[in-house]
């Protein structure tokens, strides 16, 4: 597949707070289709990103020992509320992690969107993950529109208004 990150110059790395970009998503110049995503959430329900095409799908990959991941977590969930009713998805996926290491994680920060458990990293290499949290945005043709690479204020209108804008 295409190397996503190549596009994503100036993604931003956590530790870089402070310049305007990193409260924003990037958009990505060449839009590179969304590689294969096809996970069971908790619950068991499987999500697979090309299942959604016609929807746009922000996801987000995430660890349990990653202390920005935990940061963004309530963020994540309020943005989510926003987000939901203009019919986005939001898939969270953790990388690396064991169901029951990502279920101790739940009972600290409850959400109310799908959290899917990717053991093994796999997704990390197709992906082409350098951070973790990493959140991509698929637009409604499955193509990759927005990166973001370390965390995010999920419930800021900077951040909710473009992707917001994309499933209009």
């Given at each position: 597949?295409?190397?996503?990150?190549?596009?994503?110059?100036?993604?931003?790395?956590?530790?870089?707070?402070g310049s305007a970009q990193m409260v924003q998503l990037i958009e990505l110049p060449q839009k590179p289709v969304a590689p294969a995503l096809?996970?069971?959430d908790l619950a068991g329900r499987r999500h697979d990103v090309a299942a959604y095409r016609g929807r746009v799908v922000v996801i987000n990959f995430w660890a349990t020992w990653c202390p920005p991941c935990r940061k963004e977590f309530p963020a994540l969930e309020r943005g989510w509320k926003k987000l939901a009713p203009a019919g986005v998805v939001?898939?969270?996926v953790s990388l690396g992690d064991r169901r029951e290491q990502v279920e101790r994680f739940l009972k600290r920060y409850p959400v109310s969107?799908?959290?899917l458990v990717a053991p093994d990293l796999a997704l990390k290499e197709r992906w082409?993950?350098?951070?973790?949290?990493?959140t991509y945005v698929v637009d409604r043709t499955g193509r990759i529109y927005y990166g973001a690479i370390g965390e995010r204020a999920w419930d800021d209108p900077a951040i909710l208004n473009p992707i917001l804008a994309l499933a209009k």
């Open positions: 597949g295409a190397l996503l990150l190549c596009y994503l110059p100036g993604l931003g790395v956590a530790g870089q707070a096809d996970l069971a939001l898939l969270a969107f799908p959290v082409q993950l350098q951070g973790m949290p990493t």
